[in-house]
């Protein structure tokens, strides 16, 4: 396809340009948890229709909608996350292609809108390296975990994550697709790098981590290695709501 190479990653599932670079905006919406149904139907309906046409003119890439598992008692607010996969090279656009839609039919959905959400943020990242899941279906579970580079550490990091961590990681029967993501905007975040691990289920996760192995020579220096380059900052769960391809 116009030379390009089509792989599958982030946020579940995507395709890599063959330089292996491409955007992945992550669009938070804190959204009353009365209309949280009431804002999955709208999207369902209009703009997951709207990213399905944008991926087939070749204007984007992907488009995915997950739903943030808090960890706080609180529900009266439930936060979607939407993720844009987009080529470095190429704007997003959002619009009525086609006019798919009437504009009275979009005012509606968008006065809706103003009245479930509460508030909103973006982050773009850059996807910088990783593995892809071996079947075209996408995992359920995204894991993201923030971390932050340690002072002139940001190259070395990236090309510790890439080029030693990746392949190990490769190897587990439940990490289904894992990715490196830098974090472009906003500067004043408290992270550099997004490490995003997917799994089929939670149950696949939480198995993942019940054994508790010994670690050898090599692993201990691996992780003072890792240690002496970065910071956690914060965990994010995410479970799959919607996607397009």
């Known amino acids: 396809m116009k030379n390009k190479i089509l792989l599958i990653?982030?946020?579940?599932?995507?395709?890599?340009?063959?330089?292996?670079?491409?955007?992945?905006g992550l669009h938070y919406f804190k959204v009353k948890s009365e209309y949280a149904n009431q804002f999955i139907e709208d999207e369902k309906n209009y703009y997951s229709k709207i990213h399905k046409a944008r991926i087939d003119s070749g204007d984007k890439i992907a488009w995915d909608m997950w739903r943030l598992q808090k960890n706080d008692m609180d529900r009266s607010e439930t936060i979607f996350v939407f993720a844009h996969l987009q080529e470095i090279n190429k704007p997003?656009?959002?619009?009525?292609?086609?006019?798919?839609?009437s504009e009275s039919e979009l005012q509606m959905v968008r006065k809706n809108r103003r009245k479930m959400v509460l508030g909103s943020k973006f982050i773009q990242t850059v996807f910088k390296g990783g593995f892809v899941p071996s079947s075209g279906t996408p995992p359920k579970i995204a894991i993201l975990n923030f971390i932050d580079a340690k002072a002139g550490k940001w190259y070395d990091l990236e090309n510790t994550l890439i080029n030693e961590i990746s392949p190990l990681v490769k190897k587990s029967n439940y990490i289904k697709s894992w990715g490196v993501h830098k974090i472009v905007s906003?500067?004043?975040?408290?992270?550099?790098y997004i490490i995003a691990s997917f799994y089929n289920?939670?149950?696949?996760y939480y198995s993942r981590r019940i054994k508790t192995a010994k670690p050898n020579k090599s692993g201990i220096e691996r992780m003072e290695k890792l240690s002496s380059m970065r910071d956690y900052v914060r965990q994010e769960v995410l479970e799959l709501v919607l996607s397009e391809r």
């Open 9 to 24: 990653l982030l946020l579940s599932i995507t395709y890599v340009t063959a330089q292996g670079e491409f955007y992945v």
């Open 92 to 101: 997003l656009r959002m619009g009525n292609p086609k006019k798919m839609f």
């Open 186 to 192: 906003p500067s004043e975040d408290d992270s550099d």
């Open 201 to 204: 289920s939670m149950n696949d």
